[in-house]
T-cell receptor, first 113, second 115 residues
Framework: AQSVTQPDIHITVSEGASLELRCNYS??????LFWYVQSPGQGLQLLLK??????LVQGIKGFEAEFKRSQSSFNLRKPSVHWSDAAEYFC???????????FGTGTSLTVIP | DAGITQSPRHKVTETGTPVTLRCHQT?????MYWYRQDPGHGLRLIHY???????DKGEVSDGYSVSRSKTEDFLLTLESATSSQTSVYFC??????????????FGPGTRLTVT
């Protein structure tokens, strides 16, 4: 069965500190992997995606993520967090051959001054 | 931003009444999706469409129906709303060619409260 796990429900970091949000997936086919960000009361915005090739992908707003097939992980990172990064982050997986996408339950990020 | 609108943006309705939510796109994308978002559950797929009059169920389709009579519109209907359907509903679209294939773009959401 397809699933996405985001083990951290909530994370608090200080402004300027580094950030890593975890994502693990279970998927039978070759996965497409995504990270989305949602600000309060807003829709979801695509941060970055992995389809194939280089396992380290760069996204918008200074975010990056690394695909590790051996660990079934796609963790999101940012070297220095800004107060405006406070939001909810969702990891999602889809398949090369499928039409559906599966989302994790999200990680809420709080940034303290 | 992808051209996706949802209407209404907010709705309060009573248990047992029918409700229809509309998703409209200007991107001419083939795929359209309806999700619901609930605390602790993330986004869960209700139904999706892969073309005009072509739809399929997602993981939480019970109590919902959809219709797509033209490319730009995807309607979600709650035949008889229940309190468990109180949620935020998101529409998404996806292209099928080029670099944007498999990328979903989301609408602003509809907050539905069933009393």
């Amino acid at each position: 069965a397809q699933s996405v796990t985001q083990p951290d429900i909530h994370i608090t970091v200080s402004e300027g500190a580094s950030l890593e949000l975890r994502c693990n997936y279970s998927y039978g086919a070759t996965p497409y992997l995504f990270w989305y960000v949602q600000s309060p009361g807003q829709g979801l915005q695509l941060l970055l995606k992995y389809f194939s090739g280089d396992t380290l992908v760069q996204g918008i707003k200074g975010f990056e993520a690394e695909f590790k097939r051996s660990q079934s992980s796609f963790n999101l990172r940012k070297p220095s967090v800004h107060w405006s990064d406070a939001a909810e982050y969702f990891c999602a997986v889809g398949a090369h051959t499928g039409n559906q996408f599966y989302f994790g339950t999200g990680t809420s990020l709080t940034v303290i001054p | 931003d992808a051209g996706i609108t949802q209407s209404p943006r907010h709705k309060v309705t009573e248990t047992g009444t029918p409700v229809t939510l509309r998703c409209h796109q200007t991107e001419n994308h083939r795929y359209m999706y309806w999700y619901r978002q609930d605390p602790g559950h993330g986004l869960r797929l209700i139904h999706y469409s892969y073309g005009v009059k072509d739809t399929d169920k997602g993981e939480v389709s019970d109590g919902y129906s959809v219709s797509r009579s033209k490319t730009e519109d995807f309607l979600l209907t709650l035949e008889s709303a229940t309190s468990s359907q109180t949620s935020v509903y998101f529409c998404a679209i996806r292209g099928t060619s080029g670099k944007q294939s498999y990328e979903q773009y989301f609408g602003p959401g509809t907050r539905l409260t069933v009393t």
